[in-house]
């Protein structure tokens, strides 16, 4: 890669960071543990849900298959969890990237 290339890539970057933080950083408290704490739970309690979901189906079915309206159930609480897992790991990257103001104390 060309000196160039690497300088606009570098500029590319900041300018990233500066307009994201400008649109998302607004929007969002500042954040910190406890301000995650109902985050994490939410896909704690979302991922139990569709894994308690699973048991109770397979105990349901041992000699058969699982009923269409069972796998539909099963179904919702992916989507669910996949969905809320996709916020959250959205979040992450937010917060590795600098887009938000971030707090280490517990403090509020």
Do not use: G, W
């Not at 300018?15 to 704490?37: G, K, M």
């Not at 704690?44 to 397979?58: F, I, P, S, W």
């Not at 969890?81 to 509020?108: C, G, M």
Request: neutral net charge.
């Amino acid at each position: 890669m060309t000196i160039d290339s690497n300088r606009l890539l570098l500029e590319f970057e900041k300018l990233r960071r500066e307009i994201n933080f400008s649109v998302i950083n607004p929007a969002l408290p500042e954040l910190t543990l406890t301000t995650l704490q109902p985050i994490i739970t939410l896909v704690a309690e979302a991922r139990r849900d569709y894994l308690q979901c699973l048991v109770e189906l397979a105990n349901q079915n041992k000699s058969s298959s699982p009923a269409t309206e069972q796998i539909s159930q099963l179904k919702a609480k992916r989507e669910t969890f996949d969905e809320l897992i996709s916020a959250a790991s959205a979040l992450e990257t937010a917060i590795q990237r600098d887009y938000l103001k971030v707090r280490t104390s517990r403090k509020d």
